[in-house]
């Protein structure tokens, strides 16, 4: 079983961990003409996918592939391959927000086109996948550490609670998928919830693992990836391939995958492979606990630590060497920023220059101009952040877009162009609204980025 929403903190928050804010702060509010009486504009939502086909030697594809299907995320192995055989169906029952369906029929669109995989909306009981929108009160008491999850042989989080200790819920025992539920919470922000839905639908119909070693995946436990990608595309195609069934064993499977490979993705074939080593257990644990939940600031701290050191050991020059700078980074803001920006530039500088971590790229981006800003230095922070704007409209993150260009109006306002500034502040509040949902969170993320323009330092209240 899966508790299969990501349990490190989201990358885009606190971002003004390095400067206090003051919760009387309103001057980027009142700046914004959205002041605690105003109402914010409409939400703004993406409109056309703009995948990009995965950059991979399909040698590498076929041992993620195997290492997805085979394996479950607590490292117990799969005996066989298991998948839906007949069309799959899908309902919504439960209370839905208004942002779900939507956002479902244009993940079944993309399931259809990109992956080849015959899959449709229905309003029939007998839906082989039932989507249950319910709290987050509900599943947390189904299951402590999940923001959403999903479970075969159910349809319903009550019978999912009647069968939970037995057989009939658990993936090692699953021969062939026919009937499973989705639990998504319907009290969260409109990105979370369609965060859940692609992580979770395609892990009930495709592989039930993540690995970290994937840099442009959502099969990846670092939550950069919040959308299926075009790399999960192709994985759920394979996986949907006619020269697969349900009750091969990895072996019968790995026999196949060459020639499936070479067929939906040709241009795999000329790509040298990487060969990344395989991810030792205990760099995932700390760095699960670093930036997890449960955990107090020294467990953190010493974490943290234990994850550059295993990274350093391995030799890592890849994006895990990275993401253990970014995750010290991380935890140095709010009680030593200059370590923490040193930490921030070491991330950047292991991400590369690859496109496979263009969106691990903004993330940090996010940081260093917020550290520019800080340091009344707004032509830095413009010329750092502006190439990831397009990245994060990419890649269909509403929450990371609005914060880039927050950043972006005060590092405008800061230079002097004040207008400029404040039509690219109320721009960001549509998106906003989507990636942090309700209009406190939206007005809180205007205030902490606020607070970081030293030009609003002894402002006060407006």
Same mark, same amino acid.
């Given at each position: 079983?899966?508790?299969?929403? #990501?349990?490190?903190?989201?990358?885009? @928050?606190?971002?003004? $961990? !390095?400067?206090? /804010?003051?919760?009387?702060?309103?001057? &980027?509010?009142?700046?914004?003409?959205?002041?605690?009486?105003?109402?914010?504009?409409?939400?703004?939502?993406?409109?056309?996918?703009?995948?990009?086909?995965?950059?991979?030697?399909?040698?590498?594809?076929?041992?993620?592939?195997?290492?997805?299907?085979?394996?479950?995320?607590?490292?117990?192995?799969?005996?066989?391959?298991?998948?839906?055989?007949?069309?799959?169906?899908?309902?919504?029952?439960?209370?839905?927000?208004?942002?779900?369906?939507?956002?479902?029929?244009?993940?079944?669109?993309?399931?259809?086109?990109?992956?080849?995989?015959?899959?449709?909306?229905?309003?029939?009981?007998?839906?082989?996948?039932?989507?249950?929108?319910?709290? #987050?009160?509900?599943?947390?008491?189904? @299951?402590?550490?999940? $923001? !959403?999850?999903? /479970?075969?042989?159910?349809?319903?989080? &009550?019978?999912?609670?009647?069968?939970?200790?037995s057989r009939e819920v658990s993936w090692t025992s699953l021969q062939e998928r026919k009937r499973l539920a989705i639990f998504l919470p319907n009290d969260s922000s409109p990105q979370e919830v369609r965060d859940c839905l692609h992580e979770e639908l395609a892990q009930a119909i495709g592989p039930l693992n993540d690995l970290y070693r994937l840099p442009d995946s959502v099969f990846n436990d670092d939550n950069v990836h919040t959308v299926l990608t075009g790399y999960d595309m192709l994985i759920l195609r394979a996986y949907y391939d006619p020269a697969l069934r349900n009750g091969m064993s990895r072996r019968e499977v790995a026999d196949r995958l060459p020639t499936i490979l070479s067929r939906i993705n040709p241009r795999g074939q000329a790509i040298a492979p990487k060969r990344l080593a395989k991810t030792p257990r205990v760099w995932i644990d700390a760095v699960q606990t670093a930036l997890g939940p449960g955990a107090n600031p020294a467990q953190r701290r010493t974490a943290a630590i234990e994850a550059l050191q295993v990274a350093s050991a391995m030799g890592w020059t890849d994006h895990r060497r990275a993401f253990s700078h970014y995750a010290m980074g991380r935890l140095l803001q709010a009680t030593d920023p200059q370590s923490a920006q040193a930490q921030f530039i070491l991330a950047q500088r292991y991400f590369g220059r690859s496109p496979d971590t263009a969106l691990h790229r903004a993330y940090v981006a996010s940081q260093l101009s917020a550290y520019a800003i800080s340091a009344g230095d707004p032509q830095s922070a413009l010329a750092i952040l502006t190439p990831h704007l397009d990245t994060a409209a990419r890649h269909e993150n509403a929450a990371l877009l609005a914060t880039l260009l927050m950043l972006r109006a005060e590092a405008m306002e800061l230079s002097g162009r004040v207008t400029e500034g404040r039509n690219v502040r109320v721009d960001s509040l549509g998106w906003a609204r989507y990636g942090f949902g309700s209009d406190w969170a939206v007005r809180a993320k205007l205030r902490e980025i606020g607070a970081l323009n030293p030009a609003r330092q002894g402002q006060g209240t407006l």
């Amino acid at each position: 079983m899966r508790t299969t929403r #990501r349990l490190l903190v989201p990358l885009y @928050l606190m971002l003004g $961990a !390095c400067m206090p /804010v003051s919760p009387s702060d309103t001057a &980027a509010t009142r700046a914004a003409g959205v002041d605690g009486s105003s109402a914010l504009p409409p939400m703004k939502s993406f409109a056309v996918p703009r995948p990009q086909a995965p950059v991979a030697s399909n040698s590498d594809i076929a041992r993620d592939f195997l290492d997805l299907a085979f394996t479950l995320e607590s490292g117990r192995p799969l005996p066989v391959l298991t998948r839906f055989e007949t069309p799959i169906t899908v309902r919504v029952t439960g209370a839905p927000p208004s942002s779900l369906v939507p956002d479902l029929r244009r993940l079944v669109h993309r399931l259809r086109t990109e992956a080849g995989i015959d899959i449709a909306l229905t309003d029939a009981p007998a839906a082989n996948i039932t989507v249950q929108a319910v709290s #987050r009160a509900e599943i947390r008491n189904a @299951l402590p550490q999940a $923001a !959403c999850f999903v /479970v075969p042989n159910v349809s319903s989080l &009550a019978e999912y609670r009647s069968k939970r200790r037995s057989r009939e819920v658990s993936w090692t025992s699953l021969q062939e998928r026919k009937r499973l539920a989705i639990f998504l919470p319907n009290d969260s922000s409109p990105q979370e919830v369609r965060d859940c839905l692609h992580e979770e639908l395609a892990q009930a119909i495709g592989p039930l693992n993540d690995l970290y070693r994937l840099p442009d995946s959502v099969f990846n436990d670092d939550n950069v990836h919040t959308v299926l990608t075009g790399y999960d595309m192709l994985i759920l195609r394979a996986y949907y391939d006619p020269a697969l069934r349900n009750g091969m064993s990895r072996r019968e499977v790995a026999d196949r995958l060459p020639t499936i490979l070479s067929r939906i993705n040709p241009r795999g074939q000329a790509i040298a492979p990487k060969r990344l080593a395989k991810t030792p257990r205990v760099w995932i644990d700390a760095v699960q606990t670093a930036l997890g939940p449960g955990a107090n600031p020294a467990q953190r701290r010493t974490a943290a630590i234990e994850a550059l050191q295993v990274a350093s050991a391995m030799g890592w020059t890849d994006h895990r060497r990275a993401f253990s700078h970014y995750a010290m980074g991380r935890l140095l803001q709010a009680t030593d920023p200059q370590s923490a920006q040193a930490q921030f530039i070491l991330a950047q500088r292991y991400f590369g220059r690859s496109p496979d971590t263009a969106l691990h790229r903004a993330y940090v981006a996010s940081q260093l101009s917020a550290y520019a800003i800080s340091a009344g230095d707004p032509q830095s922070a413009l010329a750092i952040l502006t190439p990831h704007l397009d990245t994060a409209a990419r890649h269909e993150n509403a929450a990371l877009l609005a914060t880039l260009l927050m950043l972006r109006a005060e590092a405008m306002e800061l230079s002097g162009r004040v207008t400029e500034g404040r039509n690219v502040r109320v721009d960001s509040l549509g998106w906003a609204r989507y990636g942090f949902g309700s209009d406190w969170a939206v007005r809180a993320k205007l205030r902490e980025i606020g607070a970081l323009n030293p030009a609003r330092q002894g402002q006060g209240t407006l």
